[in-house]
């Protein structure tokens, strides 16, 4: 079964197209600055680690993490192994950031480790990566009532090194199972046109059989396989499905056993020869079928009538249906060759009609073309290229002319889809080609659904929910932040990018040092007349900047309903946003 094209479904009442932009406000935001106990953890690329991807990938790491399943309560690991927490109350009482978790490996001791990750897959677990290719999963109790000490549950070598990106906590039938999400960059001796690595995407299941037993154990490890960082990439709620955007598309390269085996039936399937090769003149059609063994004249029937042929060897039916155009039937003939083929000429009716497939709707041919032919097809299409750039615009059939494109026409070889794949077959099962929607961030709205991803629509950003229960329509457009697609294209420095869940605002930081916040329109106290379309305005979008007191890089960037947290090498900043949910 192929996967099913789809597409992203606008809701228009969501959209502004009176949109005047973000007016600059000089409203002063309450900003707090926490001191670190010691510094963050952060893991500086490699000198091997030299691509784009690992750029993307562990370069641009995200060293501080929001804890969705409880509001204001963010988490990052430390220099000394240390998993840290802070939960904010009230924002003019902070406390100290507190240790929840220590490691149990001595980091320092790896020389090719990663940046340690944790994933909150409900709200009595988490899943942990040191940096090093262990796997954790964690108990933590309830997280939001104080917690005693976490405990781990599950801890397993997998190899190379890895991060976490999403993670998911299933029951059925009294089976606990937590499905993980980890992603490698690894290298491809075989590769010499490319960067030399590809990205590795495993969806690892563990799993504890019922209550009884205490022990978690591996129960599948699927691996997809890609030339590009995902985008996104999550696993739907009921573990029936993974949802993946990609500028490059993935492929299954490993899964459990029974599904390889049907795998490689399909496969044998497809690799099987041709049943007959066919070629075509502007007069005639000539079909080549292998002979079976031992056939003699007598074990062949073959019918012509003006629209269909049947041709059976030892009574087995090798080709039969409407063809494609009509033939002189009775001028058409067949003949053994030498070489154990059976040679059929089909006499066009139309003359000069080139035919796309010879039976319609039959696969099991092949058409062989002529190299005079492709030549003389060459020879018509040469007035549409040119080695030289737009060498004679006044001839009458110019060439396209690169000249004229403008940057919006510009497009990539290659663009962005968003794919889902079938939790049991791994096979694709819906794409959706994104085109020139950019990316931009994802956010969890609801921790019980999956993030949602924002990509860009003409000048807008536009937020999107996966329902994974809906099968004709599985992402809703939820929310919509005016002309910040625009916007954010402008911020060459930008670094993070996030929303609040509730969608109240958007917000960007730099490498050093500034934020940007973008609100939604919101009432104003006074009345506003707007002189060039003469009316008045009822509301406003606010942009505001806020600058940090430090020098050092920001590393960790997460936003909640009221507060925008930011971690850099030695602090921890709270910038208050709004007052009430």
């Given at each position: 079964?192929?996967?099913?094209?789809c597409?992203?479904?606008?809701k228009?009442?969501?959209?502004?197209?009176?949109?005047?932009?973000?007016k600059?406000?000089?409203?002063?935001l309450?900003?707090?600055q926490?001191?670190?106990?010691a510094?963050v953890?952060?893991?500086k690329?490699?000198?091997d680690q030299?691509?784009?991807?690992?750029?993307?990938?562990f370069?641009?790491?995200?060293?501080?993490?929001?804890?969705?399943?409880?509001?204001?309560?963010v988490?990052?690991?430390?220099s000394?192994?240390r998993?840290?927490n802070?939960?904010v109350?009230l924002?003019?009482a902070?406390?100290?950031p507190?240790?929840?978790?220590?490691?149990?490996?001595d980091?320092t001791a790896?020389?090719?480790?990663l940046?340690?990750?944790i994933?909150?897959?409900?709200?009595?677990?988490?899943?942990?990566?040191?940096?090093t290719?262990?796997l954790?999963v964690?108990?933590?109790g309830?997280?939001?009532?104080?917690?005693e000490?976490?405990?781990i549950v599950?801890?397993?070598?997998?190899?190379n090194?890895?991060?976490?990106?999403?993670?998911?906590s299933?029951?059925?039938?009294?089976e606990?199972?937590?499905a993980?999400?980890?992603?490698?960059?690894?290298?491809?001796?075989?590769?010499m046109k490319?960067?030399g690595?590809?990205v590795?995407?495993?969806?690892?299941?563990v799993?504890?059989?019922?209550?009884?037993s205490?022990?978690y154990?591996i129960?599948?490890?699927?691996?997809?396989?890609?030339?590009?960082v995902?985008?996104?990439?999550a696993?739907?709620?009921d573990?029936?499905?993974?949802?993946?955007?990609?500028?490059?598309?993935?492929k299954?390269?490993?899964?459990?056993q029974?599904l390889?085996?049907?795998m490689?039936e399909?496969r044998?399937?497809?690799?099987?020869?041709?049943?007959?090769?066919w070629?075509?003149?502007?007069?005639d059609?000539t079909?080549?079928?292998?002979?079976?063994?031992?056939?003699?004249?007598e074990?062949i029937?073959?019918r012509?009538?003006?629209?269909?042929?049947?041709v059976m060897?030892k009574d087995?039916?090798?080709?039969?249906?409407?063809?494609y155009?009509s033939?002189?039937?009775?001028?058409?003939?067949w003949?053994?060759?030498e070489?154990?083929?059976?040679?059929?000429?089909?006499i066009?009716?139309?003359?000069?009609l080139m035919?796309p497939?010879?039976?319609?709707?039959?696969?099991?041919?092949?058409l062989?073309?002529?190299?005079?032919q492709?030549?003389?097809?060459?020879?018509?299409l040469?007035h549409?290229t040119s080695?030289?750039?737009?060498?004679?615009?006044?001839?009458?059939?110019?060439p396209c002319n690169?000249?004229?494109?403008?940057?919006?026409?510009?497009?990539?070889?290659?663009?962005?889809?968003?794919?889902?794949f079938?939790?049991?077959?791994?096979?694709?099962?819906?794409?959706?080609?994104?085109?020139?929607?950019?990316?931009?961030f994802?956010?969890?709205?609801?921790?019980?659904?999956?993030p949602?991803?924002?990509?860009?629509?003409?000048?807008?950003a536009?937020?999107?929910?996966?329902?994974?229960?809906?099968?004709?329509?599985m992402?809703?457009?939820?929310a919509?932040?005016?002309?910040l697609?625009?916007?954010?294209?402008?911020?060459r420095?930008?670094k993070?990018?996030a929303?609040?869940?509730?969608?109240?605002?958007?917000a960007?930081?730099?490498?050093?040092?500034?934020v940007?916040?973008y609100?939604?329109?919101a009432?104003?106290?006074?009345?506003?007349?707007?002189?060039?379309?003469?009316?008045?305005?009822?509301q406003?979008?606010?942009?505001?900047?806020?600058?940090?007191?430090?020098?050092?890089p920001?590393?960790?960037?997460?936003?909640?309903n009221?507060?925008l947290?930011v971690?850099?090498?030695?602090?921890?900043?709270?910038?208050?946003?709004?007052?009430?949910n």
């Open positions: 079964m192929e996967a099913a094209n597409s992203l479904r606008v228009r009442p969501l959209l502004d197209p009176r949109f005047e932009g973000y600059l406000s000089l409203e002063p309450p900003c707090y926490l001191e670190l106990d510094a953890a952060e893991v690329l490699r000198d030299y691509t784009l991807e690992h750029m993307h990938a370069g641009m790491y995200n060293y501080l993490h929001c804890d969705a399943w409880y509001q204001d309560s988490y990052y690991i430390d000394l192994g998993i840290m802070l939960t109350m924002d003019t902070l406390g100290k507190r240790e929840v978790f220590r490691l149990p490996t980091l790896y020389d090719n480790r940046c340690a990750s994933h909150f897959t409900s709200p009595t677990c988490v899943t942990l990566s040191d940096g290719g262990r954790y964690i108990g933590t309830d997280r939001g009532n104080n917690p000490k976490w405990e599950f801890n397993e070598e997998l190899g090194p890895f991060i976490i990106i999403h993670s998911i299933l029951l059925k039938a009294e606990h199972s937590v993980v999400l980890l992603l490698r960059i690894e290298k491809e001796e075989l590769d490319g960067s690595f590809y590795s995407l495993e969806w690892v299941t799993s504890k059989k019922n209550e009884d205490k022990k154990e129960t599948k490890h699927h691996v997809l396989r890609g030339k590009s995902p985008h996104y990439a696993v739907e709620p573990g029936n499905g993974l949802m993946v955007v990609s500028y490059k598309s993935f299954v390269v490993s899964v459990d029974e390889e085996e049907s490689d399909d044998s399937e497809k690799i099987k020869e041709p049943l007959y090769y070629q075509q003149t502007d007069d059609l079909v080549t079928v292998r002979l079976p063994e031992n056939c003699a004249k074990d029937e073959i012509f009538l003006p629209d269909n042929i049947s060897l087995v039916q090798v080709l039969e249906g409407k063809l155009s033939i002189d039937h009775e001028s058409s003939a003949t053994i060759k070489n154990d083929s059976l040679e059929i000429t089909l066009k009716k139309n003359e000069g035919w497939e010879l039976v319609v709707g039959d696969k099991q041919g092949e062989i073309r002529d190299p005079a492709c030549a003389a097809i060459a020879e018509r040469m549409l080695d030289e750039l737009n060498p004679n615009p006044d001839k009458e059939k110019p690169a000249q004229e494109l403008e940057e919006c026409d510009i497009f990539f070889e290659e663009s962005s889809s968003l794919c889902r079938d939790g049991n077959t791994l096979k694709t099962t819906h794409v959706v080609n994104l085109g020139s929607n950019q990316y931009l994802s956010v969890t709205v609801d921790p019980k659904e999956m949602c991803f924002c990509l860009r629509h003409d000048v807008d536009l937020l999107w929910q996966p329902h994974c229960s809906q099968q004709d329509d992402w809703e457009h939820i919509t932040f005016n002309a697609g625009y916007v954010q294209a402008s911020k420095d930008k993070f990018f929303c609040s869940p509730n969608s109240s605002y958007a960007l930081c730099e490498c050093l040092r500034r940007f916040i609100r939604q329109p009432p104003m106290s006074t009345v506003l007349y707007n002189r060039k379309e003469g009316r008045h305005v009822g406003v979008a606010k942009q505001q900047v806020a600058s940090l007191e430090t020098n050092d920001i590393l960790g960037f997460q936003a909640t009221e507060r947290f971690l850099t090498t030695k602090n921890l900043f709270l910038i208050k946003v709004n007052t009430e």
